[in-house]
């Protein structure tokens, strides 16, 4: 029999014992912290709101270490935590309310045990902000929040003159977001009720299901710069190469009877079973509502057959397709773009189960520039799905398009369609796609829901 290498094994073992550790890991940790007791200058909200913030995280299926009124040791100790639960594939949330100081560009997170006299005691009787980026950095995984409720002033009024107020910029690594309560400089509100006024905000943008933490952002900037009347004002940096949501987007509603009329014949059942071919017709309208999820964007979108030459269907915009919907001409970012043979959307007959290896070469009109795709086409099943136009019985089809521009290997990505066809309309009743580059950068997200149609 055959024998490894002593040293081959060895190996294996510990890649083997490093792959379980990895497994062991939380898919979600944050570290959460509210000081609040200070001997000077104390705060009343942050150990409310750290409470609230972990929570939340809780909630959002994070792990949470929790930490209130802590000391430099304390803070210090938990941050070691922080970073042993953090795996290469867990998402990381570092929150922090109470007091901050910038000293020559650097920020400091106050623990509520310092005695600072002097400026150049700082660094030795506060947490280095770059202390939490390195342990970030050191786990090496795809998703990190740092969340910093602080900036609210000097807790050592004239016993400590500061060159500079609030906290510094600084940008954001790889895969990190840096979100700041106020700008840089600037004072932050503690607020007058339970929690800060930037945190309370906050509170209630991360529990919109869905929302990307983009967007979370956004709204709670716009919430405080309001109710401030401008005075204070967050910010953030951002290097975020992935999507990430604090909740989930719920699923597609799931009825118990789809419709069994169509908007263009109400009153008139079409028994049409879910997975049959389309029939396309003169004249057959669509409208969509489609969702830009990382531009936060909203537009309408309809589609109308205005000739069928043949096998050739020619639609209202300009755009081509065969007689069962798939492409062989369409607009894609303002550019028109050809599909050989076609953009490959549907396989009859799509029975469950089915699974099927396409290909198609996508160019744009002037010859400009083209890219292979290789589609993984699978049929899933069938659903009942409830969109703007209605309830349908329809079928949920998963298409996966690894693409790469010709004369630029390197230039690759991947597109993932979710969508649910039915029969009775004849196209897609809803639609999830999602772009991914080499990098691993999200570069399109859109949903795609039927507002309503009218077919013959």
């Known amino acids: 029999m055959y024998a490894l290498p002593t040293a081959v094994l060895a190996a294996l073992l510990l890649s083997a014992g490093l792959a379980a550790a990895q497994a062991d890991k939380p898919a979600r940790v944050a570290l959460v912290i509210g000081n609040g007791k200070y001997l000077h200058a104390p705060l009343a909200n942050p150990a409310n709101d750290a409470a609230d913030i972990a929570k939340e995280l809780k909630a959002a299926g994070f792990t949470v270490i929790q930490r209130e009124n802590a000391s430099l040791k304390e803070m210090v100790l938990a941050l070691r935590e922080f970073g042993d639960k953090l795996g290469r594939t867990s998402t990381g949330v570092f929150f922090f309310a109470g007091h901050g100081l910038q000293v020559r560009g650097r920020n400091y997170l106050v623990p509520v045990d310092a005695d600072i006299a002097r400026e150049d005691e700082v660094a030795f009787a506060a947490l280095d902000l770059a202390a939490v980026m390195e342990k970030l950095d050191s786990a090496r995984n795809p998703i990190n929040l740092v969340i910093l409720d602080a900036c609210r002033n000097n807790p050592f009024g004239k016993r400590l003159q500061l060159t500079q107020s609030g906290l510094a910029q600084i940008d954001a690594p790889p895969g990190t977001l840096i979100a700041f309560s106020t700008a840089p400089g600037s004072a932050a509100d503690d607020g007058g009720g339970r929690n800060g006024l930037y945190t309370r905000h906050l509170l209630e943008h991360m529990r919109k299901p869905g929302a990307s933490v983009e967007e979370t952002f956004r709204s709670v ?20 190469e992935s999507h990430f949501a604090f909740h989930a987007a719920p699923p597609p509603k799931v009825a118990k009877a789809p419709s069994t009329a169509p908007a263009s014949a109400p009153g008139k059942p079409r028994s049409i079973a879910p997975s049959a071919p389309p029939s396309l017709a003169l004249g057959d309208t669509w409208t969509y509502r489609v969702r830009d999820l990382l531009g936060q964007s909203e ?158």
């Open 221 to 240: 900037r716009a919430a405080v710069r309001k109710e401030s009347a401008g005075r204070q004002i967050p910010w953030e940096s951002t290097s975020l």
């Open 299 to 456: 537009r309408s979108r309809t589609m109308t057959i205005q000739e069928i030459r043949g096998a050739e269907v020619l639609w209202k915009d300009g755009a081509r397709s065969d007689l069962l919907g798939n492409f062989t001409r369409a607009k894609v970012n303002e550019a028109w773009r050809t599909f050989t043979p076609s953009s490959q959307l549907y396989v009859f007959p799509l029975n469950p189960g089915a699974k099927f290896s396409l290909s198609t070469v996508e160019a744009m009109e002037d010859q400009s520039k083209s890219w292979d795709h290789e589609i993984a086409f699978t049929v899933v099943g069938e659903e009942d799905v409830t969109t703007l136009a209605g309830t349908f019985r329809a079928v949920k089809l998963v298409r996966t398009l690894k693409w790469t521009q010709r004369g630029k290997p390197d230039n690759v990505g991947v597109n993932t369609m979710t969508y649910w066809y039915s029969g009775q309309v004849k196209r897609w009743v809803l639609q999830d796609q999602v772009s991914v580059s080499k990098s691993g950068k999200e570069t399109l997200r859109q949903r795609w829901e039927l507002e309503s149609y009218s077919v013959k």
